[in-house]
């Protein structure tokens, strides 16, 4: 069985049968208007974020930002969870940063690999709807008697995204073929090859191009 789905999923010069993943993919997205569509379904996407940013802290920021796999099995208030990092209930800062794409697309973007940050369950829960700037730099209560923290204090993909002075569509598929690379890297990823960066777009984004 699992000769039969290797075969099936890769061609004779060993690139990678995207029709395969893009029916899984399309799927995936199928009830776009759920908050939970898109690759945060994907069975995998816990191993793969966590594989990325161990990719990150070993190639970019030099041992800083590791995240430790016991940590996705910690107390329920500590346990790392994925961040939409482009909220299901986009306004204010949001709506408009994507004002340019309809409004129907927003699902498609919100779903991407891309838009998605591995993050402490906690902090998430604390993030909600907040802008950008403020997800980034954590922000102080109202009585000042607690701090947030935000993703410059975070871990090596929260410090990347950290990066990125907006959050914008074309920011999400930016990252999300950053990943894409990261998953055809012989050394560090899974070694995957695809045809074409148009295969790699439809994957990520499918319904846009």
């Known amino acids: 069985m699992l000769n039969e789905r290797i075969n099936r999923s890769f061609d004779a010069d060993g ?3 995207t029709q395969y993943m893009q029916t899984m993919v399309d799927k995936l997205f199928e009830q776009k208007d759920d908050e939970r569509a898109g690759y945060y379904r994907w069975s995998a996407i816990r191993y793969f974020l966590y594989e990325y ?31 939409h990092i482009f909220p ?12 340019n794409v309809d409004k129907d697309k927003w699902p498609i973007y919100e779903g991407s690999l891309g838009n998605l940050l591995l993050l402490s ?4 829960a604390e993030l909600q709807n907040d802008d950008f700037e403020t997800k980034k730099k954590g922000r102080v209560s109202a009585d000042e008697s607690k701090k947030r923290t935000g993703y410059s204090k975070g871990s090596a993909a ?36 695809f045809k074409s960066e148009e295969e790699k777009k439809n994957l990520l984004l499918p319904g846009i191009y």
């Open 53 to 83: 940013n161990a990719y990150l802290v070993k190639e970019k920021y030099h041992g800083q930002g590791e995240l430790k796999w016991d940590s996705f099995k910690q107390s329920e208030k500590d346990k790392i969870s994925i961040e």
């Open 88 to 99: 299901h209930k986009a306004e204010g800062y949001w709506a408009e940063q994507f004002k």
């Open 121 to 124: 369950q906690r902090i998430n």
């Open 15 to 17: 690139y990678f049968n």
């Open 158 to 193: 929260e410090l990347e995204v950290n990066n990125e002075k907006d959050w914008t569509p074309e920011t999400i598929e930016k990252t999300g073929m950053t990943m894409l690379k990261f998953m055809e890297d012989d050394q560090w990823g899974w070694g995957i090859k």
